[in-house]
């Protein structure tokens, strides 16, 4: 993102100081930092459920028997996948 940042401002004939590209990148660390956490995801519904990482292995076990208990009613087609 600096990279592409720094080119930005380069085409729009803005000169760029090494301190100046320290604060940007710094800008960019911090909103990264407060991405990352799993509270940001949850509250933009990115995430079913925030859980206590002790508690994984039980979360995982329970979502693999409910889906063992799930009947199939149709065969699995994803169709044409764009990437």
């Known amino acids: 993102l600096l990279q592409i940042q720094v080119a930005s401002l380069k085409a729009k004939g803005e000169t760029i100081t090494p301190e100046a590209e320290k604060e940007l990148?710094?800008?960019?660390?911090?909103?990264?930092?407060?991405?990352l956490s799993p509270y940001?995801?949850?509250?933009?519904?990115?995430?079913?459920?925030?859980?206590?990482?002790?508690?994984?292995?039980?979360v995982l076990s329970e979502g693999i028997s409910a889906a063992n208990h799930a009947p199939i009613e149709r065969a699995y087609n994803v169709g044409v996948i764009q990437v």
């Open 25 to 35: 990148l710094d800008r960019i660390k911090a909103r990264y930092e407060e991405q």
């Open 40 to 58: 940001y995801a949850a509250a933009r519904l990115w995430v079913d459920a925030v859980i206590d990482p002790l508690e994984t292995r039980k």
